[in-house]
């Protein structure tokens, strides 16, 4: 009788640790979704039909001359700075995926307003709510991420899952931008903007099945929400290397920015033709996935990354000698 009872303690021991186990492995597999879901996400944030033909939007459909363009660049660029801060304080004190689902939300709404009329004015709504939304989501996801890997154990992978990010992101580019290319030959301008409001909505619905991980959120809940922000300013004010990196960045975005919005002027003297221009974009942005991939493997191959930052930085130089030696020779 006594064997019989031992058998049936066993059985029931062994039934609870594989109930356990079955738990865990759910747990384990919704955390696991997170990642593709994020992988979904940033593919229909980075949907961007106009990219292929972003400089014509403005100048044909939307009557801007070309300095009325950088000032709103240089607007849109000095909103995000203004609430890179706050809203990373809004990820951390409420909730990141309320963060990215925001986001998400306002980058579409702003796609929605930057096709209604062409007008100065309503395209300052437009980029500033494209700027909140890139706000919102600037260093969430990571963050997003690096907690969900955490949750399964596997941080050091932090580095792939981001670059796969970033490289999904692109190649949802590669694949729009000759898209809106077309639409924009063929049907009109501002369509192209328009439309990309389908993508971006989709993204915001795929926000709202993450699941949060609460890792970091738990511990500053008592934080103060301007704390956060002071604390983000102070730590700016503070670290020389931060700062040294912070001015990098400026530096080497702000001549890849005058790449991005100078490229398409240069097919245009060129007489390349129009419906073709997203090709062109899809071609660019190929080029940086393949970087994007490699970025690892050459960062680790590098023992000196001051050296690598160099190398990064001295890239879109070589990149304005070309487009000056291609244009000269044509």
């Known amino acids: 009788m006594s064997d019989l009872k031992d058998c049936l303690k066993k059985d029931e021991v062994q039934s609870q640790k594989e109930k356990g186990l079955q738990l865990n492995c759910s747990r384990l597999s919704k955390w696991k979704l997170n990642i593709w879901k994020s992988y ?3 593919f229909f944030m980075g949907f961007h039909l106009i990219s292929g033909v972003l400089l014509h939007f403005f100048m044909n459909w939307g009557k801007l001359t070309f300095i ?11 909103m995000i700075l203004l609430l890179e801060i706050p809203c990373g304080a809004i990820a951390d004190y409420l909730s990141r995926k309320l963060s990215l689902t925001l986001g998400a939300i306002s980058t579409a709404l702003a796609a ?4 209604i009329y062409p007008n100065l004015l309503i395209f300052l709504i437009g980029e500033t709510l494209w700027a909140f939304g890139a706000a919102l989501t600037s260093g969430t996801d990571q963050a997003f991420i690096y ?3 955490k949750k399964l154990g596997k941080q050091d992978e932090i580095s792939k899952v981001i670059a796969r990010n970033r490289s999904f992101m692109l190649f949802a580019i590669a694949i729009s931008a000759p898209i809106g290319s077309i639409i924009a030959a063929y049907l009109s301008l501002n369509l192209v903007m328009t439309l990309m409001f389908i993508p971006f909505i989709i993204a915001t ?3 709202l099945t993450l699941k949060e991980p609460k890792i970091e959120l738990e511990r500053k809940k008592s934080d103060n929400y301007f704390t956060i922000i002071k604390s983000g300013f102070n730590e700016l004010k503070k670290n020389n290397i931060l700062r040294l990196l912070a001015l990098e960045m400026i530096i080497t975005e702000s001549l890849v920015f005058f790449l991005i919005w100078t490229y398409q002027l240069y097919l245009e003297a060129l007489n390349f033709p129009f419906f073709l221009f997203g090709f062109v974009s899809a071609a660019i942005t190929i080029v940086q996935i393949i970087f ?3 970025v690892i493997t050459l960062e680790n191959k590098y023992n000196n990354k001051r050296r690598f ?3 990064y930085t001295i890239a879109p130089g070589i990149g304005f000698i ?3 030696v291609i244009y000269y020779s044509s």
């Open 40 to 42: 979904l996400f940033h």
């Open 68 to 78: 009325e363009i950088m000032f709103l660049q240089s607007y849109f660029t000095l």
């Open 112 to 115: 929605l307003i930057y096709g």
């Open 147 to 149: 907690n969900t890997l």
């Open 205 to 207: 619905l795929i926000s």
């Open 292 to 294: 994007n991939n490699l």
């Open 309 to 311: 930052l160099q190398l």
């Open 322 to 324: 070309l487009m000056s």
